[in-house]
């Protein structure tokens, strides 16, 4: 089945940029579907990040697109996530999904704690 | 962006009964794009219910999703000692952003 698998450094200082990846597994992420990034503060709800398709097309949350970059390397089977300029407020749990309308299924999601 | 609205915050119930648990929205939402998602402590949401009312692969048919427009509904027939968690409701819309969550339900025992 599919499963997928975020990695990164889980320490940030501020103003730095988080870098997060999420290998895929089961499934080729060349064969279709978007792939998306949520994050969920400690304590609170869910906020959707941005996706990406296959092919490197893109879509944002408004509220993060001027610092988000989303990339996908067909070859590794994976995709990332880059959060330029990042504050106290960027502390989450950050999950990578399979995005179809709806996300199923989800990594286990890595704890970025932004702190100097 | 549409706003989901979920109700109430805490809802407390012993195992066997039976939970009702609402969403609603700020604006009409595709019941095609309406999800259900549950979330224990330390864990990763898992979808329960796509398409307002259509279970994902491997989940109960205690749980059932329902609703139209601005009003959706996920129940719960009856409550196992597992089923205690926060439930999320997610959008998929054209308004920016295209997909928002409601705030969460928390499903305590009673």
């Known amino acids: 089945q599919v499963q997928l698998q975020e990695s990164g450094p889980g320490l940030v200082k501020p103003s730095e940029t988080l870098s997060l990846t999420c290998a895929v597994s089961?499934?080729?992420?060349?064969?279709?579907?978007?792939w998306g990034w949520i994050r969920q503060p400690p304590g609170k709800g869910l906020e959707w990040i941005g996706s990406?398709?296959?092919?490197?097309?893109?879509y944002y949350n408004p509220s993060l697109k001027s610092r988000v970059t989303i990339s996908v390397d067909t070859s590794k089977n994976q995709f990332s996530l880059k959060l330029s300029s990042v504050t106290a407020a960027d502390t989450a749990v950050y999950y990578c999904?399979?995005?179809?309308?709806?996300?199923?299924?989800w990594g286990q999601g890595t704890l970025v704690t932004v702190s100097s | 962006e549409i706003v989901l609205t979920q109700s109430p915050g805490t809802l407390s119930l012993s195992p066997g009964e039976r939970a009702t648990l609402s969403c609603r929205a700020s604006?009409?939402?595709?019941?095609?794009?309406l999800a259900w998602y549950q979330q224990k402590p330390g864990q990763a949401p898992r979808l329960l219910i796509y398409?307002?009312?259509s279970r994902a692969t491997g989940i109960p048919d205690r749980f059932s999703g329902s609703g139209s427009g601005t009003d959706f509904t996920l129940t719960i027939s009856r409550l196992e000692p597992e089923d205690f968690a926060v439930y999320y409701c997610?959008?998929?819309?054209?308004?920016?952003?295209?997909?928002?969550f409601g705030q969460g339900t928390k499903l305590e025992i009673k």
């Open positions: 604006q009409s939402v595709s019941s095609s794009y």
């Open positions: 999904a399979r995005d179809e309308y709806w996300f199923d299924p």
């Open positions: 398409g307002a009312s």
């Open positions: 089961g499934y080729s992420i060349s064969s279709g579907y978007y």
């Open positions: 990406i398709y296959h092919s490197g097309s893109t």
């Open positions: 997610q959008q998929y819309g054209s308004s920016p952003p295209p997909y928002t």
